[in-house]
C-alpha cells in the first residue's frame, strides 16, 4: 500500500513537473517589439544612445538573453513591452533573424517599431524631426563609379543593377526586395497620434540650423512628419549625393515616395520582416519606421562641405526625439491591447481594422 501510494505521488510531482517545464517552453506573447541598434555605453544610468531611453522610460525592467544576439533583450512582463539593441548596419540583419527565429516569443500579433537616428535632407526637415516612413528603399543594391570619371552627361556614379546608367530602374533578385511599403493607413495613424507630440528645441540645435537660412524646413524647430527612410550600410554626404537619393528613392517608389531620411539599417531589417511574414512568424502589416534627425544630409545650397557631418548635439536630440515621439505610440498599443490585439488601429477607424 506504502509502495503504490508514493508511486502516486511520484507520477503527480512528474506530471507537475512536465506542466511547469511547459508552461516555461511556451512562447511569450509580445504586444510591441522596438528595434534600436546601438547604445553609448550601459543601457542605464550614463549618457543616453538609441536603446537607453527605452529601457528606462517605459521601463524595460527584466533582461533576456536570447541566442544570436550580442546584447539581451529587456523586457517588461506588466506592458508586453520587448526591446532589442540589434548592432548597425549588416548586424541588424542577422540579429532580428535570431530574434525571430529563437523560439522564446510569439510575434504574431506583434507590433514593430524601428526607432533610430538618421541622416535629413535639409530639403524636408531639420535636426531632430521625426519621420514616420511610408516607404523603406534598399540602396545597397548598385553599381558605382568613380564620380571623376562618369560620363559628361551623369549625375553622379551610382545606378541600378542589370541597367547601364543612372536613374533607369533595374533588377536585384536574389539580392533584395529594394522597396517595402508600409502599411500606410498605420503609419497615417501613427502620424496622427503623434503630430503634435513636443520636440525640444535648443540654441545647440538653433546654432546648427543658423547656416540653412533660406531653407524653410531646414530652417524649423524640430518637428514631426512623415517620409521615407533610404538605407544603405555605408555613411555618405554631400549635394550630389542627396540629389542621387532623392532620385533613388522616387525611381524604385514609382515616384510615390520623398526622401526624407538616411539610415543604416532599415532595408535590412525590413527584408528579415517581410521574409519571415511570408511564414506567418510576424505580421509585416503591423511594421512602422521612425526615424529621427541628427544630422543633414549635405551642407547648406552654395556652401562647402561640413568637414564634419555629425554633431553630437545633433545625435542627443535625435535619440530624445524618438523615444518622445514614439513611446506616444507604444503606450497607447500597449494599454489599449482589447483595442488593437485583433485589428490594426487607422486614422479613420479610431482603432478599428485597417490591413
Known amino acids: 500500500m506504502a509502495m503504490r501510494l508514493w508511486g502516486l505521488i511520484a507520477a503527480l510531482c512528474l506530471g507537475l513537473s512536465t506542466l511547469a517545464h511547459a508552461e516555461a517552453a511556451k512562447p511569450i506573447p509580445v504586444k510591441v517589439v522596438v528595434l534600436t541598434t546601438f547604445e553609448i ?12 531611453p527605452w529601457v528606462e522610460g517605459l521601463p524595460l525592467t527584466e533582461t533576456i538573453a536570447v541566442p544570436g544576439l550580442r546584447h539581451a ?37 506583434t507590433y514593430w517599431i524601428v526607432a533610430g537616428i538618421a541622416g535629413v535632407d535639409p530639403k524636408a526637415a531639420s535636426i531632430g524631426s521625426a519621420a514616420w516612413a511610408r516607404y523603406v528603399v534598399d540602396a545597397d543594391p548598385t553599381y558605382e563609379v568613380d564620380d571623376r570619371e562618369i560620363p559628361a552627361d551623369w549625375p553622379y556614379g551610382l545606378y541600378s543593377l ?15 526586395g529594394m522597396v517595402w511599403a508600409l502599411n500606410w493607413r498605420l503609419v497615417d495613424w501613427a502620424y496622427g497620434l503623434t503630430a503634435s507630440t513636443p520636440i525640444p528645441d535648443s540654441a545647440a540645435l538653433a546654432n546648427l540650423r543658423a ?3 533660406g531653407e524653410a524646413n531646414a530652417i524649423k524647430p ?38 526624407v531620411m538616411t539610415d543604416c539599417e532599415d532595408q535590412g531589417l525590413l527584408d528579415v520582416l517581410d521574409l519571415y511574414a511570408k511564414s506567418g ?6 511594421v512602422l519606421v521612425l526615424r529621427t534627425a541628427s544630422n543633414y544630409s549635405r551642407a547648406p545650397l552654395g556652401a562647402p562641405e561640413f568637414p564634419r557631418a555629425f554633431h553630437d ?20 498599443l500597449s494599454s489599449h491591447w482589447d483595442r488593437y490585439e485583433a485589428n490594426t488601429p487607422s486614422m479613420t477607424s479610431n482603432g478599428g481594422a485597417a490591413k
Open 73 to 109: 533583450a529587456r523586457w517588461s512582463p506588466e506592458t508586453g513591452v520587448l526591446g532589442v539593441m540589434t548592432d548597425m548596419r549588416a548586424r541588424a540583419r542577422e540579429s532580428l533573424a535570431a530574434l525571430i527565429l529563437s523560439g522564446r516569443f510569439d510575434f504574431s500579433k
Open 222 to 259: 524640430p518637428f514631426v512628419l512623415k517620409g521615407e527612410a533610404l538605407g544603405t550600410t555605408r555613411f555618405w554626404h554631400g549635394a550630389r549625393r542627396t540629389q542621387w537619393a532623392q532620385d533613388w528613392v522616387k525611381l524604385w517608389t514609382d515616384g510615390a515616395g520623398t526622401f
Open 162 to 176: 542589370e541597367t547601364d546608367k543612372p536613374n533607369v530602374k533595374g533588377s536585384a533578385v536574389g539580392s533584395s
Open 281 to 286: 512568424k510576424v505580421d509585416f502589416s503591423r
Open 313 to 332: 548635439e545633433g545625435a542627443m536630440a535625435a535619440f530624445d526625439s524618438a523615444y518622445r515621439v514614439g513611446s506616444v505610440v507604444v503606450r497607447e
Open 41 to 52: 555605453g550601459a543601457v542605464t544610468g550614463d549618457q543616453p544612445g538609441e536603446f537607453q
Open 211 to 213: 547656416p540653412y537660412a
